[in-house]
């Protein structure tokens, strides 16, 4: 859900922005669940409801709307995650995409000082031969540089600092890079 104030990405159970703070309204938050996988099945369920008041047998309907939610799930993770590389989603952080700036930002979950590393799950398509880690200070100098070979997932150790941040990139340069920040969540 886009910040109506300053345009930024929250998720859409968020009752408030997490970057100016503004309230988001029930009329915002249903309007984005609405588009949300959420929203779709259950405009899915709904219609099924609606459509097995005809005279058709249940289990046709059933099989059908069962496909039809693959269908649209499929679509919809396709859209929201991409092809390329990525960053995938774990316990231990949440990621939230940038569009802007075309950054991630990782909030990493639980207590400050407690955590000075974490994995990052990053998923790499087969057409990709091998992926480049840079690390850059805030001046954009490089701090440390790392490759490492295929795998279809990476799990990558990262310090988290909001300061620095890192580029993920194809080392054959067929895949869009990532940039990504970390930061401590609430
Ligand atoms: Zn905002």
Not at 29 to 55: C, F, H, M, N, P
Not at 60 to 73: C, T
Not at 138 to 156: A, F, M, R, Y
Request: glycine fraction near 6%; aromatic fraction near 12%.
């Amino acid at each position: 859900m886009q910040c109506h104030k300053c345009h930024k990405e929250n998720i859409n159970k968020a009752n408030y922005c997490r970057y100016c703070g503004t309230k988001f309204s029930e009329e915002e938050k249903e309007k984005a669940s609405y588009y949300g996988i959420v929203g779709i099945l259950r405009r899915i369920e709904k219609w099924y409801k609606a459509t097995t008041a005809y005279d058709i047998t249940q289990e046709l309907w059933f099989k059908l709307s069962s496909v039809i939610i693959l269908l649209v799930s499929g679509i919809y993770w396709t859209i929201s995650l991409g092809t390329g590389i990525h960053l995938l989603e774990s316990s231990l952080y949440h990621v939230f995409y940038q569009q802007e700036q075309d950054e991630y930002y990782v909030f990493v979950n639980g207590p400050k000082e407690d955590i000075l590393e974490v994995p990052l799950q990053i998923y790499i398509p087969n057409t990709v031969d091998g992926l480049k880690i840079t690390h850059y200070d805030e001046d954009n100098s490089v701090i440390s540089e790392e490759e490492h070979g295929t795998k279809s997932e990476l799990s990558l150790p990262v310090n988290i600092s909001g300061n620095t941040y890192y580029i993920i990139s194809d080392i054959s340069n067929n895949e869009k890079p990532l940039k990504i920040r970390i930061y401590y969540g609430e």
